[in-house]
């Protein structure tokens, strides 16, 4: 496990807070060919490419969350990454958020290790009182941002990748888009390696 206890923001009596997630990252190659594919449905659909380097798929967003917490977090994030075993995530359907400009590419098939280890973050997170979305799970990864012409939901070639950890991740909106920050990662329950 790696941390950067490197705050982000001040808030007045909370001490220094950084909006912070949780998620799972693609592999080089996955994120490769997701990125292309960004490039592309960007320019679909009038919009601006994620970076490369940005690319992720959200289990649980937390918001402001001041950073004497972050001990609480890793305690959860660890137990989470407990909850399921490694697996391969295949990304094969495009779609968009248009209310919010947002593309992006999700799965038909949301494998149960996936399920398990939101689920087990969603559970965590209320029994020690951190802030968790009321919204059904849409697992996903935003492709482009402030798009202006509508992309319809299709079929994709698809794009899988080997998901054997899970991240705490800061957030930092900077003019340029936002920046993340992996504050610490877990690997699943048994991590070695997948096929």
Same mark, same amino acid.
């Given at each position: 496990?790696?941390?950067?206890?490197?705050?982000?923001?001040?808030?007045?009596?909370?001490?220094?807070?950084?909006?912070?997630?949780?998620?799972?990252?693609?592999?080089?190659?996955?994120?490769?060919?997701?990125?292309?594919?960004?490039?592309?449905?960007?320019?679909?659909?009038?919009?601006?490419?994620? $970076? #490369?380097?940005?690319? !992720?798929? %959200? =289990? @649980?967003?937390?918001?402001?969350? /001041? +950073?004497? &917490?972050?001990?609480?977090?890793?305690?959860?994030?660890?137990?989470?990454?407990?909850?399921?075993?490694?697996?391969?995530?295949?990304?094969?359907?495009?779609?968009?958020?248009?209310?919010?400009?947002?593309?992006?590419?999700?799965?038909?098939?949301?494998?149960?290790?996936?399920?398990?280890?939101?689920?087990?973050?969603?559970?965590?997170?209320?029994?020690?009182?951190?802030?968790?979305?009321? $919204? #059904?799970?849409?697992? !996903?990864? %935003? =492709? @482009?941002?402030?798009?202006?012409? /509508? +992309?319809? &939901?299709?079929?994709?070639?698809?794009?899988?990748?080997?998901?054997?950890?899970?991240?705490?991740?800061?957030?930092?909106?900077?003019?340029?888009?936002?920046?993340?920050?992996?504050?610490?990662?877990?690997?699943?329950?048994?991590?070695?390696?997948?096929?």
């Amino acid at each position: 496990m790696s941390v950067d206890r490197e705050p982000a923001r001040r808030a007045p009596g909370r001490g220094p807070t950084a909006r912070l997630f949780f998620a799972v990252v693609p592999d080089a190659a996955a994120r490769d060919a997701l990125a292309a594919l960004a490039r592309d449905v960007a320019q679909d659909a009038g919009g601006r490419a994620s $970076r #490369a380097e940005t690319l !992720h798929l %959200t =289990l @649980a967003f937390l918001g402001n969350v /001041p +950073l004497a &917490q972050l001990d609480a977090l890793q305690a959860i994030g660890a137990h989470a990454a407990a909850a399921a075993a490694p697996f391969v995530l295949t990304l094969d359907t495009l779609g968009a958020f248009r209310a919010a400009g947002v593309a992006w590419a999700g799965t038909n098939a949301v494998p149960a290790a996936l399920e398990q280890v939101f689920a087990a973050l969603r559970a965590l997170l209320h029994a020690g009182g951190l802030p968790t979305e009321r $919204r #059904a799970f849409h697992p !996903h990864v %935003t =492709l @482009a941002r402030r798009c202006v012409r /509508p +992309l319809p &939901q299709r079929g994709m070639a698809p794009v899988a990748w080997p998901v054997d950890a899970i991240v705490l991740m800061a957030s930092d909106t900077l003019p340029e888009g936002p920046r993340y920050r992996r504050l610490a990662s877990w690997p699943l329950a048994g991590a070695t390696s997948l096929p």
